[in-house]
């Protein structure tokens, strides 16, 4: 059974910084892309960011590049998302996603989610 569990949210305010981790388990991680998507009160799930299963490639959504880092460690099964200059806009829940084969930004296109972990950003 396939579990994706996200960790590190918390209420910080905005410039800060927060580290949210994503330990992967019942599956072969490196065989997958790993995503972050965020959800808002009101709003539909959108793309932050997602690594491929090497680490080589990285894609971000505009509004956190620059500020946001993906980064994964295959031989912990992890994936980490590295948040500085926070802003109250970053304020959703962030989930850990995961996917077989190609980098993508669409969230039909990911099999396997984590429950999520609230981040609030207050000014």
């Known amino acids: 059974q396939v579990q994706l569990v996200e960790s590190g949210g918390e209420l910080v305010q905005a410039g800060g910084s927060l580290r949210l981790s994503c330990a992967a388990s019942?599956?072969?991680?490196?065989?997958?892309?790993m995503g972050w998507f965020r959800q808002a009160p009101g709003k539909e799930r959108e793309f932050v960011a997602a690594?491929?299963?090497?680490?080589?490639?990285?894609n971000y959504e505009n509004s956190v590049k620059g500020r946001f880092t993906i980064s994964r460690d295959n031989a912990k099964n992890t994936v980490v998302l590295q948040m500085n200059s926070l802003k109250p806009e970053d304020t959703a829940v962030y989930y850990c996603?995961?996917?077989?084969?190609?980098?993508?930004?669409?969230?039909?296109?990911?099999?396997?989610w984590g429950q999520g972990t609230q981040v609030t950003v207050s000014s």
């Open positions: 690594i491929s299963w090497s680490g080589n490639l990285r």
């Open positions: 019942g599956l072969t991680f490196i065989n997958y892309v």
């Open positions: 996603a995961a996917k077989r084969g190609y980098l993508s930004v669409r969230r039909n296109d990911y099999e396997y």
